[in-house]
């Protein structure tokens, strides 16, 4: 399965679409609504940056009843910065995929320079053989460190989050368990 989701994904081109937000705390990165994130200070980290929420770019047929249209998957995905300059984000993606397992993919992001820059194409560099921009048809809503249950990333996070796409249904991956299971490179868990 997991094959056939990297496979999935190489497979087209799109501007990458991602929305970063931190925590509440020192870490907290200021954002406006009328402006866009500047991804140079945000991906600039050396603390994993965990997916939060996730949802469709592009509505699907797939039916929520009411208010309660989020999908707890508690698959727990990160990505932590092993390189970067003004034009290059290169990242390592983590996926649990058993209890103490993880599929790691090597990344390099190409921001799409504006003032900030806002925007990547992220291409994978794990398969030297096809060295594809990443499709990407989702917003996603990544924070850094571990929130506690039921603690949710600043507002405006969530309202940058909620503009970029018009499906009803989101996917929340995280757990506060999958920051126990990261650690970084000295051996201290996130």
């Known amino acids: 399965m997991i094959y056939f989701a990297s496979n999935l994904i190489?497979?087209?081109l799109l501007p990458a679409v991602i929305i970063f937000c931190s925590n509440c705390g020192a870490d907290y990165v200021k954002t406006n609504s009328?402006?866009?994130l500047n991804l140079l200070k945000v991906l600039n980290t050396s603390q994993p940056l965990y997916l939060f929420l996730w949802k469709p770019k592009i509505p699907t047929g797939e039916k929520c009843v009411?208010?309660?249209c989020t999908k707890r998957s508690r698959?727990?995905?990160h990505m932590r910065k092993t390189g970067m300059d003004r034009i290059y984000y290169n990242h390592?993606?983590?996926k649990l995929v058993s209890e103490k397992t993880w599929f790691n993919e090597t990344l390099m992001g190409k921001?799409?320079?504006g003032d900030p820059p806002h925007k990547m194409n992220v291409y994978n560099v794990t398969d030297h053989t096809n060295p594809n921009v990443l499709a990407t048809s989702r917003c996603s809503l990544y924070m850094r460190g571990k929130l506690p249950y039921r603690v949710y990333p600043p507002r405006e996070c969530q309202f940058a989050f909620n503009k970029c796409s018009?499906?009803?249904i989101t996917y929340m991956p995280y757990s506060p368990s999958c920051a126990v299971d990261?650690?970084?490179d000295k051996g201290r868990k996130y």
Do not use: K, P
Request: hydrophobic fraction near 25%.
């Open 66 to 68: 009411g208010y309660d």
């Open 75 to 77: 698959s727990c995905e």
């Open 10 to 12: 190489r497979s087209a």
């Open 34 to 36: 009328e402006r866009h």
């Open 92 to 94: 390592t993606v983590s």
């Open 111 to 113: 921001f799409i320079l």
């Open 166 to 168: 018009n499906s009803r």
């Open 182 to 184: 990261a650690q970084d």
